[in-house]
């Protein structure tokens, strides 16, 4: 089990350890929304993550057939976003106060990344989403 929380700590969660996959997405979105040169993202079923703490604090946002985004309403940390019909959740692993088992293991929307970041590792990389 992972426990993570937004950056005030008003809303608290946790999650099984058991993401089926986890990367590095570039994308402009994923970068203006962390502030960072990418996003770190595990993926795991919406049933095995729990909100155990400021339920009233959670904010979801962009709302779709999709899913949407939930973020703290005080801090407006990124905690996760539920995808494919709202049945995944795309956790942001610097949420997580522990270490996941799965580690990110491939990069995606390298051909949009931030021209002033620099890509060191030999993970996967992908222009988009993977085939």
């Not at 979105?29 to 595990?42: D, K």
């Amino acid at each position: 089990m992972l426990t993570g929380s937004c950056y005030c700590g008003l809303v608290r969660f946790e999650v099984d350890d058991a993401f089926r996959y986890a990367f590095y997405c570039h994308c402009s979105r994923c970068r203006r929304r962390t502030g960072a040169a990418c996003a770190a993202v595990g993926g795991i079923e919406i049933d095995k993550l729990r909100i155990t703490a400021g339920h009233e604090h959670l904010l979801k946002v962009d709302e779709s057939e999709e899913g949407y985004r939930c973020l703290c309403n005080q801090c407006f940390s990124p905690m996760y976003d539920t995808v494919r019909g709202s049945t995944f959740a795309h956790v942001q692993l610097g949420a997580l106060s522990g270490t996941p088992s799965q580690r990110p293991d491939h990069h995606i929307y390298v051909g949009s990344k931030a021209d002033w970041h620099e890509i060191t590792d030999a993970l996967s990389r992908f222009e988009e989403l993977p085939p």
